[in-house]
């Protein structure tokens, strides 16, 4: 995860933290993503060694010959438009999947032996403050309490939708305006990670856990005793702001702790989570609401939540490797007298609003001019968007055209729960087909450990059509007359079909993406977010209007729209890449 001293991830394509930051790759990489060099016009000046001309054991003059060409040849000036600006790098690296790399300035031979001589570093493989170290069961125990606050906020989305029976008739406001605080909540989710992952790159992950939590639990005691719909929607919308950190920051912490080749399960517990919340939310709602007082979901909301802010509070430690290394040179510092001792990232020179700015600007960038990332997001968005559709169609074909009470309609969402608990287990099969594909890529390229982003899509191109499949299936079969448990077991389909969609777009947008992923993975959980906040407001009327069948149908045909996408670009992604100034090629 951090660029000083974790391997990285699996799941993404990541450099190494161990290899030197001033070989010539990370600056020719640099060069392709949006650093266009002029020709030279300067005759007298002395004909450069193209790098590759160079002894292979030489990489410091392989260097200081890219930097002379570089101050011969600097970048042409464009007009700042948002097609021309340079893109900053993307350092996010908490979301789980992304590396965090810096770009530092080259120092010359003796500057950068006094920096490496008081740089503080691991004392060997075996440092008792590296996260990697410490005992498996601790790690473990972390891995949980992630997965279950982060279980606990996405519930606490989903659950809200079985009270509005209630609030409408107490708080005298129609059923589109108690949507609204679901809606809200999920705008929070996908709002805060731009502002919270980039405050945690300066203060660690801890405080963000902490504080972040603390006010996910203060803004459910307005909504549990609210006496007005206006308080109950600002709560929602600062709940899931709050809520939004242990969807994005907390991956980090995962890949903190495990190495490579221990990282798939714990980060499989992890990832699973967010996906099965929202199903477990109506479980517990149905139940509820049905038996007491709409009030009494965010009491027991209450409970979890404030349960697993003591966890965090007492058994969740600093893992963040740059902020240990800090507090590390902190007290060598104090304890030896010597002001020369420093950590990498005390050298950082961003700004915090710099950071902040840029995290919110470059998803947009993605969006606006990478036609890949452009079309899966938008994929990804729609399956998210028709789940949480689900939450106000599903009372409507089974309650009223099954007559299940509120409790039975909450347990049809374990036909989902299901589906997406078998597309999580079935990833050691994609792995294995992944690896299968880099195997024969290798004996094609000649070159060990070769491997294609494009890779990563197959189980993006299944559950593509797996889930216009299902959704037609559900549509035509919501009639009375057909017993219930056929549509539930096409909605078992549709969860199997939608981890298979994220899944290959999650890893695909890392890959393609190396040095800009956390900011591709933002323009995903923006775009899921916006349609996941905007599909509900629809969605009754929807079936209303056009009946079960053909409103479904109309899913169906949105999804099927965009089937054929990840296809094609495993196709053709090669080629699309060598067009992009922010993919990798």
């Avoid at 933290?17 to 000046?45: F, V």
């Avoid at 919308?237 to 399960?265: E, H, P």
């Avoid at 070769?450 to 189980?459: G, N, T, V, Y």
Wanted: proline residues 7%.
């Amino acid at each position: 995860m951090a660029n000083f001293g974790n391997n990285k991830n699996e799941m993404g394509t990541r450099k190494s933290s161990e290899q030197n930051p001033y070989t010539d790759e990370r600056i020719e990489s640099r060069e392709k993503l949006g650093r266009p060099q002029t020709p030279s016009t300067d005759t007298d000046s002395p004909t450069l060694t193209k790098p590759e001309e160079l002894e292979e054991d030489n990489p410091r003059a392989r260097h200081l010959t890219l930097i002379q060409s570089r101050s011969r040849n600097p970048p042409l000036s464009r007009p700042g438009t948002l097609h021309t600006i340079r893109s900053e790098r993307s350092y996010g690296g908490e979301d789980g999947y992304s590396c965090r790399q810096e770009d530092p300035e080259v120092p010359d031979d003796a500057e950068n032996a006094e920096e490496k001589q008081w740089e503080v570093k691991w004392d060997g493989e075996h440092d008792p403050l590296n996260p990697r170290n410490r005992e498996k069961w601790k790690k473990w125990s972390i891995v949980l309490i992630m997965a279950s606050s982060a279980l606990c906020v996405t519930c606490t989305s989903s659950l809200y939708t079985l009270t509005y029976d209630q609030i409408t008739v107490e708080f005298n406001c129609s059923r589109i305006v108690a949507t609204l605080g679901l809606s809200l909540f999920v705008c929070g989710l996908g709002i805060g990670p731009m502002i919270l992952s980039p405050l945690s790159e300066f203060y660690g992950r801890r405080p963000i856990y902490i504080y972040s939590y603390l006010f996910f639990v203060i803004w459910l005691i307005p909504c549990a005793v609210a006496r007005n719909i206006t308080t109950m929607l600002i709560s929602r919308f600062f709940d899931g702001v709050a809520g939004s950190a242990f969807l994005s920051v907390a991956g980090g912490t995962v890949g903190d702790m495990f190495a490579k080749n221990g990282l798939s399960l714990p980060m499989m517990v992890y990832t699973a989570s967010p996906f099965i919340g929202p199903e477990i939310g109506p479980l517990l709602g149905g139940f509820i609401n049905q038996y007491t007082s709409w009030r009494w979901s965010f009491y027991v909301l209450l409970i979890w939540a404030g349960v697993q802010c003591a966890l965090i509070l007492f058994f969740v430690p600093e893992t963040y490797t740059p902020v240990i290394l800090r507090v590390k040179a902190r007290k060598l510092r104090k304890d030896s007298g010597e002001e020369k001792w420093i950590a990498p990232i005390e050298r950082m020179d961003r700004s915090i609003p710099k950071t902040v700015m840029w995290s919110c600007i470059r998803p947009f960038q993605l969006l606006v001019l990478e036609p890949m990332c452009l079309n899966l997001c938008l994929l990804s968005a729609i399956l998210l968007g028709v789940l949480y559709l689900f939450f106000g169609a599903f009372p409507l074909v089974f309650g009223k055209g099954h007559g299940f009470t509120l409790s039975q309609v909450g347990l049809t969402f374990l036909g989902i729960f299901v589906g997406m608990a078998l597309g999580i287990s079935s990833d050691p099969l994609w792995r294995r087909n992944y690896s299968r594909l880099m195997r024969n890529y290798e004996k094609e390229t000649g070159r060990p450990g070769a491997s294609e982003p494009e890779f990563r899509l197959p189980p993006t191109i299944l559950g593509a059509w797996i889930v216009p499949i299902s959704l037609f299936g559900f549509a035509w079969t919501t009639y009375p007359s057909v017993h219930w448990i056929v549509p539930i077991i096409f909605s078992t389909l549709f969860g199997l079909g939608n981890i298979f969609v994220f899944s290959g777009v999650f890893t695909f947008l890392v890959d393609c993406y190396p040095l800009y992923a956390a900011s591709a993975l933002a323009a995903n959980s923006f775009a899921r977010s916006s349609f996941a906040a905007a599909f509900p407001l629809f969605g009754v009327q929807m079936y209303n209007k056009l009946g079960y069948q053909w409103a479904t149908s109309l899913l169906a045909f949105l999804a099927l729209a965009m089937a054929p996408f990840p296809y094609v670009f495993f196709r053709y992604g090669k080629r699309l890449r060598g067009n992009s100034r922010f993919a990798a090629t």
